[in-house]
């Protein structure tokens, strides 16, 4: 069996709308393309025809990629463990050095993202935060050294 996805509701719903999105609308575009391009001629040397093949290939691949972790999702209910660094919790921190202050989301790998203010859970500082509560000094394992950090919040 395949390894669980970790996803938030919200992150269930993007995968959701993206593998609809590529279904009804990317699939019959690029099989209209592949029609298009069949009519220009040899195969053998046409560049279009090649493009719209690799396309093709591409959104067939985010699809069952797509399709897979849907089927494996897990869906992480917001803050589990109201008070205590769980995934779906949010948390205010302050680099014990530098005073500065981050807020995260803690999700799985699959919607991590550091603009959106999402880590994830296998990150070094998000597997370090799991567990911890406001106040707990927390050492990060990070590619620079050890970091410091103080748990300020957890929503």
Known sequence: MAEEVLLTKEGKEELEKRLEYLKIVKRPEITERIKVAREFGDLSENAEYDAAKNEQ???E???LE???KLKYAVIIKDGAKKG?????SKVDFTDDETGELSTYEIVGT???DVELGRISNESPIGNALLGHKA??????SAPSGIVKITVKKVY
Not at 84 to 88: A, Q, R, W
Not at 135 to 140: E, Q
């Open 57 to 59: 290939a591409q959104i």
């Open 61 to 63: 691949g985010e699809i």
């Open 66 to 68: 797509i399709e897979t």
């Open 84 to 88: 205590t660094v769980s995934l779906g």
């Open 110 to 112: 699959t919607e991590a």
């Open 135 to 140: 106040g707990d000094k927390v050492l990060v």
